[in-house]
């Protein structure tokens, strides 16, 4: 598997986006859920680096609850990409 995630990343550069939380919050209050390791150790075993993407409380725009979308913004930035050489 490493070595496809490899080919991927650095040969065809492909880029792959990963959730390290594992899924999503459906709290309605801004709370962030423990990071899963599997994206971490993969990026430090192909030797690619992370590009974190920062992604605002958006429960002000989707309730999934109630399976309902309303107009809104939702804070998105890029931080610079990141080497890991240790975990």
Known sequence: MLKLFRLLIVTIQQSVFVFPEGTRSYFSKADLLPFKRGAFHLAIQAGVPIVPIVVGNYSHVLHLQAMSFE?????????????????
């Open 71 to 87: 107009s809104g913004t939702i804070d998105i930035r890029g931080i610079p990409p990141r080497r890991l050489r240790f975990w």
